[in-house]
């Protein structure tokens, strides 16, 4: 019944490794989004996609790959890792672009070693 | 560009005190205004909206009336509880910023018994 659900919670890796966070919603939602929130619970947006299509890139390092297969899931993957990347992760949908209500899951912690 | 401004935190309370916390913006064009409150360990939720000048959106006995005049998006509640602790976020959407919610720095809120 979970509306957006993304897995790991946690993740703890060393530098240098790749992983992925997967995000799925069953909200039929057209537009899905990452978010990364800092230690100070700052909140900055990295990508939107709206139906499969790139919207967004927040001048993100493109070691930081964003993969939508249909429009239900947003995948994340993360290329040599480093310790400036642990944070956590959110992934959120909305019905549509810019102006409706977003649906956040429950965040990928994630820590690098 | 669009921006959110909010009192910074940490704010905290005795249980039943009236709790108000400040959100100003900045947007070109009508934004769309929100509060979303973070509880520990979880993803963010919407708490209540207004998407023109002088709407109030409420929930939870939580209000906050969209101020044109003033830019500002304050969120009042009357009588606060300790369940009432989290991290509260104000945001905004504009037609401009398509695909892109734009936060504040969020105020951590505890409430002591």
């Known amino acids: 019944d979970t509306a957006v659900s993304q897995t790991p919670k946690y993740l703890v890796t060393q530098m240098g490794n790749d992983k992925s966070i997967k995000c799925e919603q069953n909200?039929?939602?057209?537009?899905m989004y990452w978010y990364k929130q800092d230690s100070k619970k700052f909140l900055k947006i990295m990508f939107s996609?709206?139906?499969?299509?790139?919207?967004i890139n927040e001048t993100v390092p493109n070691r930081f790959s964003p993969k939508s297969p249909d429009k239900a899931h947003l995948n994340l993957h993360i290329n040599s890792l480093e310790l400036g990347d642990s944070a956590v992760y959110f992934c959120?949908?909305?019905?549509?672009?810019?102006?409706?209500?977003?649906?956040f899951g429950q965040g990928t912690r994630l820590t690098v070693v | 560009g669009n921006s959110v401004t909010q009192m910074e935190g940490p704010v905290t309370l005795s249980e039943e005190a009236f709790l108000t916390i400040n959100c100003t913006y900045t947007?070109?064009?009508?934004?769309?205004l929100f509060w979303y409150v973070q509880y520990p360990g979880e993803g963010l939720q919407l708490l209540l909206k207004?998407?023109?000048?002088?709407d109030k959106g409420s929930n939870k006995g939580f209000e906050a009336t969209y101020r044109k005049e003033t830019t500002s998006f304050h969120l009042e509640k009357g009588s606060v509880q300790v369940s009432d602790s989290a991290v509260y976020f104000c945001?905004?959407?504009?037609?401009?910023?398509?695909?892109?919610?734009?936060f504040g720095s969020g105020t951590r809120l505890s409430i002591r018994p």
């Open positions: 207004a998407t023109k000048a002088d």
């Open positions: 996609y709206n139906n499969k299509e790139l919207i």
């Open positions: 947007a070109t064009g009508y934004p769309s």
């Open positions: 959120a949908s909305s019905l549509a672009e810019g102006a409706a209500e977003a649906f």
């Open positions: 945001a905004l959407t504009t037609y401009s910023s398509a695909s892109k919610i734009i």
């Open positions: 909200l039929g939602h057209d537009t």
